[in-house]
């Protein structure tokens, strides 16, 4: 098996290939300053891994790997204007430079585009693979939904957040493990438990990103530290404060949280603080090390070779305890 960085350069030299038409050039520019932003190819890496580890051919499944980048950088163009978020991956987001329709547009387009390149598999192969595709798919929908109803609840409940991060953020980790099993011809037991390693790895690496949005260092992390917290968005940190905290806690935090006219600096500080007095970092980093458990457990039941089981095992150690 290639390294991680030999993956990557594989799907990075593939979206540098993909052809743009040149008209009209404000839906397809937006496209292209996507993905050519970079990012850690988490998602398509998984899929070329994973194919190869179960024997197939790597380049089989290059077109669906960079569909499904394709994809989860359609669901990014969404979220930012929803979220209202300037910066991503350490540059202006696109409906920061061309507007929120642009932004939606394009972001249509790049889903088109995603499935385009999810068909470009096997006959026999393309059922299977057109079916996780769109389940995955909706299931992200799901969990954006319940991300923007919890914005204006009061109270969200740990299981609920949990849900909603495995629906908005597992399942597409999930779905890349089992894409490239699939076009391997894996079997069908193989395939569910690397679907399960991916599932659990998404819940580490939503849980290490909440983590890193209050205590992460913003040039690296590549976005603006406390955009969660000036945005009031449920994370696990805030559900289990809202939750946990004493009457004192609560009320301090409650002020804070609906203070539209706070600094930026004075209320990340103030909720951060709130936050570290509670331990919550520490609980938060217990959990991560749960599920990067969980995700290692499920590796061990896949039949696969020591080298692979090492590139994997690496490959999340890596990715929970990255600082961005």
């Given amino acids: 098996m290639l390294s991680f960085n030999e993956y990557r350069n594989m799907v990075n030299d593939a979206i540098l290939a993909i052809p743009y038409p040149k008209e009209p050039e404000n839906l397809y520019e937006p496209i292209r300053y996507t993905m050519g932003m970079g990012g850690k190819r988490i998602r398509p890496v998984l899929v070329l891994m994973a194919c190869e580890?179960?024997?197939?051919?790597?380049?089989d499944a290059l077109a669906p790997?960079?569909?499904?980048?394709?994809?989860?950088?359609?669901?990014?163009?969404?979220?930012?204007?929803?979220?209202?978020?300037?910066?991503?991956?350490?540059?202006?987001?696109?409906?920061?430079?061309?507007?929120?329709?642009?932004?939606?547009?394009?972001?249509?387009?790049?889903?088109?585009?995603?499935?385009q390149h999810m068909s470009k598999v096997a006959p026999d192969?393309?059922?299977?693979?057109?079916?996780?595709?769109?389940?995955?798919?909706?299931?992200?929908?799901?969990?954006?939904?319940?991300?923007?109803?919890y914005e204006k609840l009061a109270n969200v409940s740990v299981a609920e957040y949990m849900e909603m991060i495995r629906l908005k953020t597992s399942v597409l980790l999930g779905c890349a493990c089992k894409l490239g099993a699939i076009i391997a011809?894996?079997?069908?037991?193989?395939?569910?438990?690397?679907?399960?390693?991916g599932l659990n790895l998404g819940l580490a690496f939503q849980l290490k990103d909440d983590v890193?949005?209050?205590?992460?260092?913003?040039?690296?992390?590549?976005?603006?530290?406390g955009g969660d917290i000036m945005n009031s968005k449920k994370t696990y940190l805030l559900v289990n404060a809202l939750?946990?905290?004493?009457?004192?806690?609560?009320?301090?935090?409650?002020?804070?949280?609906?203070?539209?006219?706070?600094?930026k600096?004075?209320?990340?500080?103030a909720v951060t603080a709130i936050y570290e007095s509670m331990g919550l970092k520490e609980q938060a980093e217990q959990e991560i090390k749960?599920?990067?458990?969980?995700?290692?457990?499920?590796?061990?039941?896949?039949?696969?070779?020591s080298e692979a089981k090492t590139l994997f095992t690496q490959f999340i150690n890596d990715l929970v305890g990255r600082d961005k």
């Fill in 53 to 59: 580890a179960m024997g197939g051919n790597v380049k």
């Fill in 65 to 115: 790997a960079v569909g499904l980048e394709l994809f989860h950088n359609f669901t990014l163009l969404h979220d930012d204007v929803m979220d209202n978020a300037d910066v991503r991956r350490g540059m202006p987001t696109v409906h920061r430079r061309w507007g929120d329709n642009v932004a939606i547009l394009s972001g249509d387009t790049m889903l088109t585009m995603a499935s």
């Fill in 125 to 149: 192969k393309l059922p299977a693979v057109t079916e996780l595709f769109n389940k995955t798919a909706i299931e992200v929908y799901e969990g954006q939904q319940y991300d923007m109803d």
């Fill in 185 to 197: 011809g894996a079997n069908e037991t193989d395939a569910d438990n690397l679907y399960t390693m």
């Fill in 212 to 225: 890193l949005d209050v205590w992460g260092d913003e040039a690296t992390f590549g976005k603006e530290i």
């Fill in 243 to 263: 939750a946990k905290a004493d009457d004192d806690q609560l009320t301090e935090l409650r002020r804070w949280l609906n203070d539209e006219f706070a600094m």
């Fill in 265 to 269: 600096q004075e209320k990340v500080s």
């Fill in 290 to 305: 749960h599920y990067s458990k969980l995700a290692l457990e499920a590796l061990d039941m896949v039949n696969l070779p």
